[in-house]
């Protein structure tokens, strides 16, 4: 526990506290996993089970480990775990200011499909919920949040 709360303060300015991590592993469909480099754990991932899907809750890799393929590994159990489960898709939400996860979940074939309004507590903030299926035909999404407005001035047009 103490090395995946090293990663989750360095990795978010809003983190979770030891007692989310144990709050939320207590519940049976909870699960928690980490990824070690020479025994030494450099990344963890926290993921509901649900009825047809599966949802990472939390997901982090030690900044001075990242882009080394560690969460790309985790990402791809994960969705190794979609057959085996029968469930065939994975949902998760990232605030709208953090354009790094965006950008990794993109390139691991998941797909934004709405724009969670006010989702967080601390702050204002907007999330994109984005989801990956065994079957990935995306659909069509606009984005349509505070950001959007300021990058893309025809949305306000149409």
């Given at each position: 526990?103490?090395?995946?709360?090293?990663?989750?303060?360095?990795?978010?300015?809003?983190?979770?506290?030891?007692?989310?991590?144990?709050?939320?592993?207590?519940?049976?469909?909870?699960i928690g996993m980490v990824a070690e480099v020479a025994g030494e754990?450099?990344?963890?991932?926290?993921?509901?089970?649900?009825?047809?899907?599966?949802?990472?809750?939390?997901?982090?890799?030690?900044?001075?480990?990242?882009?080394?393929?560690?969460g790309r590994q985790m990402v791809r159990r994960l969705v190794d775990k979609l057959s085996q489960q029968r469930r065939?898709?994975?949902?998760?939400?990232?605030?709208?200011?953090?354009?790094?996860?965006?950008?990794f979940f993109k390139g691991e074939g998941f797909r934004a499909f709405r724009v969670v309004h006010d989702r967080y507590d601390d702050t204002t903030e907007d999330a994109y919920a984005m989801h990956f299926a065994l079957s990935n035909t995306p659909a069509a999404f606009k984005p349509a949040n505070r950001i959007s407005a300021f990058l893309m001035p025809e949305a306000d047009a149409a």
């Open positions: 526990m103490p090395a995946v709360l090293e990663i989750e303060a360095a990795s978010f300015e809003f983190a979770w506290t030891e007692e989310d991590f144990i709050c939320c592993l207590r519940q049976r469909n909870c754990v450099v990344g963890y991932m926290i993921y509901e089970l649900q009825k047809s899907r599966l949802r990472i809750l939390n997901f982090a890799v030690a900044p001075e480990n990242r882009r080394g393929g560690i065939t898709e994975i949902v998760l939400e990232v605030r709208e200011t953090n354009l790094p996860a965006q950008l």
